[in-house]
């Protein structure tokens, strides 16, 4: 692997490189958890939305405790590698198993229950083991680092392993839940990372306490987080904007119909020269006056206008008879 690969793997464990791994890992995990949030507070019968807040909710918390870790250890004056790597890794283990039960859980209703109990047994196990991790790597840390030592091996091959699972079982759930491609990639970058770095421990490529192959990994799934949410709120409000429709239309009063002689309804009106009930006064109007002029123009000469005239007007008013006025001078005219 060439030199430049490495600093671009290594880009999030060397300063100021990993702070901003910490602080942009936060900022997406919150952006996730402000769009469930309000989501469940403006639907709180969306299921989906509960879970994400919940997941969202135990994602920003699991990295606000490696922040307090770090500043344990700066204020306390111990070392800060002897704190933060096991807790690291405890906290990406927790977060994978959170989001990976939202995505399963949050519209395929077959999990019930047992999905929960199996999210908790599996949260007690891995804060066990980051116990009894920490207190063995604090005897080790200065003559050893946790990347080739056997906590980083186990820790590593644990959040492989879940990733792998979680894989599998969107695979499996593929049609029964929401944009599982995207879910499918949210795990297929997990597994791509911690099996690279599982990779480099075997190659003893990788030295120090931290691993940057994991971290761009887990970056790079978490921004897809957010999209999924988004995704889950356009579909639900979809969802609604399409009910009310419905609703609407089968409300709504239904048309003017017609009659047959015989009584039965049919959907086409009379030819007897009555207008649709569905034309407006407006148009109404129009369409006389279009009859009337071409009563008027009708085979007319200039000075058979007037008769015309009287006799569109008395053809549209149907009166029997009618009268013009012929202007023979100022105080003259004649009866026509």
């Known amino acids: ?45 969306n299921r989906a ?23 344990y250890s700066v204020v306390t004056g111990q070392n ?37 109990l199996v999210l908790l047994l599996l949260l007690i196990a891995g804060f066990i083991g980051y116990i009894l991790t920490g207190i ?6 200065d003559y050893s680092n946790f990347n080739l030592s056997t906590f980083g091996v186990t820790w590593t091959f644990i959040s492989l392993a879940i990733s792998i699972l979680g894989a599998v079982l969107v695979v499996m759930s593929f049609r029964r839940i929401t944009d599982a491609p995207l879910k499918l990639l949210f795990f297929v970058l997990l597994i791509l990372g911690f099996g690279g770095m599982l990779i480099q421990i075997n190659q003893l490529s990788i030295l120090g306490n931290y691993s940057g192959t994991s971290r761009l990994a887990l ?54 020269g009555t207008l649709s009930p569905t034309v407006s006064p407006a148009q109404r109007d129009s369409i006389q006056l279009l009859k009337i002029l071409g009563l008027i123009l009708e085979d007319a000469a200039p000075n058979s206008i007037p008769e015309k005239i009287i006799s569109a007007v008395l053809e549209s008013l149907k009166a029997d008879a009618g ?3 012929n202007l023979q001078d100022a105080n003259y005219a004649d009866v026509s």
């Open 219 to 272: 970056f790079a799934a978490l921004a897809v987080v957010p999209v999924l949410i988004y995704r889950m709120v356009m579909n639900h409000l979809q969802g609604e904007l399409h009910a009310q429709e419905q609703t609407l239309l089968q409300s709504a009063p239904p048309a003017v119909g017609f009659r047959s002689k015989d009584g039965g309804p049919t959907a086409e009106p009379p030819t007897s």
């Open 136 to 141: 063995q790597w604090a005897a080790q840390t």
């Open 49 to 71: 939305a509960g879970k994400y807040t919940l997941a969202m909710l135990g994602t920003v918390s699991a990295w606000v405790v490696v922040m307090l870790g770090a500043l």
């Open 1 to 45: 692997m060439s030199q430049s690969s490495l600093d671009f793997l290594n880009l999030f464990t060397k300063s100021p490189g990993d702070l901003i791994f910490f602080l942009l890992a936060i900022a997406i995990s919150q952006a996730g958890l402000f769009m469930a949030l309000s989501e469940r507070l403006r639907r709180p019968q």
């Open 323 to 325: 009268a013009i006025l």
């Open 80 to 116: 800060v590698s002897t704190i933060l790597p096991p807790l690291e890794r405890i906290c990406t283990v927790a977060i994978i198993l959170l989001i990976g039960w939202a995505f399963l859980t949050a519209e395929d209703e077959k999990w019930g229950r047992a999905a929960n």
